[in-house]
Structure formats: structure tokens, C-alpha cells
């Protein structure tokens, strides 16, 4: 069974831990659960919302009950940002986080949201089970924080409620939210948007009282935070694709012992949970924003939006980890 938990249960809980840990150790019984928190920003009924129900009653079973996984989801332990720095200091064991925001901790994770880099799911995670993946888990671990796998968070669409973007040039002088992610904010930049980041929890509303024009997700993010109410037109611009990073702190490691393996083996089947979960939820959503007589769906001039945006790689192959970024495009092309 998951226990779904809250901001303040969770500090105080977190709290108490830090405080009285002789005082904990001492009451508690021999044969007592080792109990850990997840944390995600995700809506009810997204796929990322379910993949972590099931992590948790997958721990629980593999483990024989002796692990067991509290879920707090939609940003109730902060935004992304937030539950990474809870992550690094042990606050909280795992999260299932944006790209953008874990970019902060390990930059070279952006890359993987070069224009147009994949396709799709299965192009992406092919290369990540390569030595693209070998190589962040490395510069994951040296920050102390345990990759458990490549969530997918989608390929991404543009929104908003001005007008319909069929090239480039309708996107010129437009406000669009992004996460802070440096890739997806050169993206838009290169198209001559300005870009506004948001968090998340609070994007419908500045959607709604127009602080932002328009934003860019996945579309199950789009339909379960009901971004659609208030961007009725959607471009198939499918300019980028993004993982959900599946992270563990080195101190929950640390505390699992000999269940870290059993818990291994429930993050990976999850993750594969969560990617089907996430390809069939896009396919069923557009199928309904097409019925929906209240949403444009609009399909864009794909080779204008890739000649818009090339230069992107370009710079991007400038940075310090420019070698890193030929690296992900030659696996991609491979």
C-alpha cells in the first residue's frame, strides 16, 4: 500500500529524524520497515504519478515489506528544484525529476533536449542504455546522487492562446514559459520568443491571466494539468524530447543495504511501466484534443522549426562539455 504524504508531514518528519536520531533508533523495534520518501511534481493520473504508486508496491514486494516507499506527488514537498537540494542533503531518498531542473546539479543532462535530437521514446532510451547513460550515472554519482533510471517526460509541444504556429516566424515576439532548463530557453530564444520560467504548479495560472502567452510539454502533461483550458492552440512542433530523471540520494543507498539490489530491480520495472505508460497516455491525449472542438491541434512546418533552431547545437558544441554534446548527437544518429 502507498502513503500518499504532505508537506508538513514530510518536514516534520524530516525534522524529528535529523534532531533525535539516538532517541529514534531507540524505540524503534527490531524488525521495524525502513520507510522512505519519493517526491515528484507530476498531476494525478500522469504517467509519472502512477510509475511511482507502482515503484512503491513493487519495493514493498520485492523486499518482503521491509522497505517501504511514502509518495509525495504535485510539487507537495516543493518544486523540482527544491527537491533536488532535499535529495542532496538526505531530506528526501528519491525523486522523479525534470530534465531542466536536475540540468542545474549535472549540466550535460540538457543535451539530451537538442532540437530535434530523437524521434522519439525508443530512440532516446536506446541511447541512454549506452555509453551516453554510463557516462551521466558517472557525473550523477560524483554529486552524490544515485541514477535509477530514464524516466520519459515526452516529446515536447508549443501551446498558447494568441494564435496557430505553423513556422517560426509565428512564434517571433511571443512570451512562453519554460522550465529552467538553459536548452529549452535557447530553443525558444533561437525562434525569437522571450521566455519567462515558471514553476510549474503555478503555470496554469499565468497562463490564464496572461503573464505568458504560451508554454511547452509533453502532451499528458498538457491534459493532466489542464493546460489546455487556457491554450487552446497546440502545435505539433515536437521540438524537443525529455527524460524524467529517476534519482536516489547516496544516503538512502547507504541505508538500504542489502535490499539496494531489490530496489534496483523495482526502479527498472517501473521505469519500463512509466515509458508505456507515457507513449500510450500522448497517442489517447491527442486523439481527444482532436475530437475537442475547444482546442486547435495544429501541425507545424517541421524542416523550418529544424533550420530555425540549428544553431543551437552549434553553440551548444562550444560549451565546456562540447565533447559530451557531439557524443549524445553521433549515439542519436547511430
Given amino acids: 500500500m502507498t502513503l500518499e504524504i504532505n508537506r508538513r508531514m514530510f518536514l516534520a518528519s524530516a525534522t524529528a529524524a535529523f534532531a533525535a536520531p539516538a532517541l529514534v533508533a531507540g524505540i524503534r523495534p527490531a524488525r521495524a520497515a525502513t520507510t522512505l520518501t519519493l517526491g515528484h511534481g507530476a498531476a494525478p493520473g500522469n504517467p509519472r504519478t502512477l510509475a511511482a504508486s507502482k515503484f512503491a508496491e513493487l519495493v514493498a514486494e520485492k523486499t518482503d515489506g521491509r522497505v517501504r516507499i511514502n509518495v509525495a506527488g504535485a510539487e507537495t514537498l516543493g518544486s523540482d528544484s527544491a527537491m533536488l537540494t532535499s535529495l542532496r542533503t ?42 551516453v547513460g554510463e557516462d551521466l550515472n558517472k557525473r550523477f554519482e560524483a554529486v552524490g ?57 503555478e503555470l496554469y495560472i499565468a497562463l490564464q491571466q496572461g503573464v505568458v502567452d504560451g508554454q511547452e510539454n509533453p502532451l499528458a502533461n498538457i491534459e493532466s494539468s489542464k493546460l489546455f483550458e487556457v491554450n487552446r492552440f497546440i502545435s505539433l512542433t515536437a521540438h524537443k524530447w ?47 484534443f482532436k475530437k475537442n472542438s475547444n482546442i486547435e491541434v495544429v501541425d507545424v512546418d517541421r524542416e523550418a522549426f529544424v533550420k530555425a533552431t540549428a544553431s543551437v547545437a552549434d553553440n551548444w558544441k562550444k560549451k565546456p562539455f562540447g565533447d559530451f554534446v557531439k557524443q549524445i548527437e553521433a549515439a542519436a544518429r547511430g
Avoid at 94 to 110: C, D, I, K, R, W
Avoid at 183 to 198: C, K, P, R, V, Y
Fill in 90 to 131: 538526505g531530506a528526501l531518498d528519491f525523486t522523479a525529476n525534470s530534465q531542466g531542473a536536475t540540468s542545474a546539479v549535472v549540466p550535460e543532462l540538457a543535451a539530451l533536449g537538442l532540437p530535434f535530437l530523437f524521434k522519439d521514446t525508443d530512440a532516446a532510451s536506446r541511447v541512454l542504455s549506452g555509453s
Fill in 145 to 201: 546522487i544515485v541514477p535509477l533510471g530514464w524516466w520519459d517526460n515526452g516529446v515536447r509541444h508549443l501551446t498558447n492562446s494568441k494564435r496557430k504556429v505553423v513556422t517560426p516566424s509565428d512564434v517571433k515576439g511571443m512570451k512562453i514559459r519554460t522550465p529552467a532548463d538553459p536548452m529549452t530557453i535557447d530553443i525558444f530564444q533561437s525562434l525569437g520568443a522571450s521566455t519567462e520560467q515558471i514553476a510549474f504548479g
Fill in 242 to 288: 525529455e527524460s524524467t530523471p529517476f534519482l536516489m540520494s547516496k544516503i538512502a543507498q547507504a541505508r538500504l543495504g542489502a535490499d539496494l539490489e531489490a530496489v534496483k530491480a523495482a526502479a527498472e520495472e517501473a521505469g519500463g511501466l512509466q515509458r508505456e505508460l507515457s507513449v500510450q497516455k500522448s497517442a489517447q491525449v491527442l486523439e481527444a
